[in-house]
């Protein structure tokens, strides 16, 4: 059975950093894109940053040059500096088959499986 162990989250005031780690396990196919929505209740969900087993990374534009993504061994990590208020979100890690599109492209309907989800909050 596929699963998502995720980890970290937290409250930080603006300016700090958080790290998010995502683990897939039973996962058999290849290529596959891993990466992090956020939801903010009353908003749609958003991608935030995706990376794929080729290396291939995008990034949304407001977290561009702040976030940095990256996976080894079936496991990725989301490094968040410089955070924002704007920031605070439940993020959930994400996994799908084949490379990862831009995340512009993406919707949540690309991802099959799907991590319980972890808060942020980032504090003015």
């Known amino acids: 059975q596929v699963q998502l162990a995720e980890s970290g989250g937290g409250s930080v005031q603006a300016g700090g950093s958080l790290t998010l780690s995502c683990e897939v396990s039973?996962?058999?196919?290849?290529?596959?894109?891993m990466g992090w929505f956020r939801r903010v209740p009353g908003k749609e969900r958003e991608a935030v940053a995706v990376?794929?087993?080729?290396?291939g990374t995008s990034y949304a534009d407001s977290v561009k040059g702040r976030f940095t993504i990256s996976l080894d061994n079936d496991k990725n990590t989301l490094q968040m500096n410089g955070l924002k208020p704007e920031d605070t979100a439940t993020y959930s890690c994400?996994?799908?088959?084949?490379?990862?599109?831009?995340?512009?492209?993406?919707?949540?309907?690309?991802?099959?499986?799907w991590g319980q989800g972890t808060h942020v909050t980032v504090s003015s």
């Open positions: 990376i794929d087993t080729k290396a």
């Open positions: 994400a996994v799908g088959p084949g490379l990862c599109y831009p995340v512009t492209f993406l919707s949540p309907s690309d991802f099959r499986y």
């Open positions: 039973a996962y058999t196919y290849r290529p596959y894109c």
